[in-house]
């Protein structure tokens, strides 16, 4: 355990001269990534803090991490896997949230390999023993960020349990504000999904296991529109699971989203491998003091968060986040930034 104690949370840099990016081995978190507008101006378009302290203070609403073992909800903190029941810390009663209450964002990652040039990456491990937040076996998981092309950054995420099944959903938690992180709120933003489902939730945001069509509907983003049009028709704002059946496909990645920001004409195309994706909008964001003392409230930035369907492990019919060893797995996302 000593060896452990001694990792220090950092800050490094991927920069290729077009695109910087800040990262950090403390939950893998991305703190700044600056990309350029129609003029060539750059601007942090990541909601975060200017140091480390506030996130290693818990202050951050999971600003730009990784969060796991699980990601989203898990129905009263408790699932069964071969005829053993787990129970999982409550850290958004009366349900776990995000791998519970000290999860991989919250933790200092191993940085393993670091590399330059044009195309820099950055690649994380870390370790994650057998009961950690109440989940089954040793699993060693991995992520690198790598630097693509001149405005594209790639996330590869791996993870292999060593001894027990286990539930498995690792998700990039970044709010994005393509505006700049300082501009204020993201309603004017046009977004598109290529998600001809949804999964409902009920009153406590757990999916009740329905996969209905958005067709007609505040979820329909199947056109792109401006995320203030029908967000009023969903309560607190969007924070629903999205299921990723339509896309178009490129380098074995599925087109999940296509997001606008009209003032600056930046342009954040993602692409990923996983089912599903969560569509927040900063519903709970609410006077967090960040970069340069700018304060982010309601609808500050904008999360697309890949993953297997929340509560999957608690629904039969949803596709199974369960991983064996033997297996490994497997999630990667791409961000393409443009001018449109």
Not at 183 to 199: E, P, R
Not at 301 to 328: D, H, I
């Amino acid at each position: 355990m000593a060896a452990s104690q001694e990792k220090k949370p950092e800050l490094f840099e991927l920069n290729n001269g077009t695109m910087q990016v800040k990262v950090s081995n403390y939950g893998c978190t991305i703190t700044s990534l600056s990309v350029p507008d129609k003029n060539g101006k750059l601007a942090d378009v990541v909601l975060g803090f200017d140091s480390l302290e506030p996130y290693l203070e818990g202050a951050s609403p999971f600003f730009g991490c990784i969060v796991g073992r699980v990601a989203n909800r898990i129905k009263d903190g408790k699932f069964t896997l071969d005829g053993v029941q787990y129970s999982l810390p409550i850290n958004r009663p009366p349900h776990s949230l995000h791998g519970g209450f000290k999860g991989y964002d919250k933790v200092v990652w191993d940085v393993v390999e670091q590399k330059q040039g044009e195309n820099p990456s950055i690649t994380f491990k870390y370790y994650s023993p057998d009961g950690e937040q109440g989940y089954p076996g040793d699993v060693t998981v991995t992520a690198t960020y790598t630097l693509t092309s001149s405005t594209t950054m790639r996330l590869d995420m791996e993870a292999v349990p060593e001894n027990k099944p286990t539930p498995i959903n690792l998700a990039q938690h970044t709010y994005w504000n393509l505006a700049g992180h300082d501009s204020g709120d993201i309603l004017d933003h046009s977004i598109q999904l290529w998600a001809l489902h949804v999964t409902p939730v009920d009153h406590e945001t757990i999916p009740t296991g329905e996969i209905v069509p958005v067709k007609g509907t505040a979820f329909d983003f199947t056109i792109d529109k401006k995320i203030r049009s029908s967000i009023h028709e969903v309560g607190l704002g969007y924070d629903h699971n999205f299921v990723l059946d339509c896309g178009d496909e490129k380098l074995s990645l599925k087109h999940a989203a296509k997001v606008k920001d009209p003032s600056s004409s930046r342009v954040l195309d993602l692409w990923t491998t996983a089912p599903g994706m969560q569509f927040y909008t900063a519903n709970y964001v609410n006077g967090v003091v960040g970069k340069g003392g700018a304060v982010y409230g309601k609808h500050s930035g904008l999360c697309l968060e890949t993953q297997g369907f929340p509560n999957a492990v608690n629904q039969p019919n949803f596709p199974s986040v369960v991983v064996k060893p033997g297996e490994k797995y497997k999630h990667s996302m791409l961000f393409e930034f443009s001018i449109e």
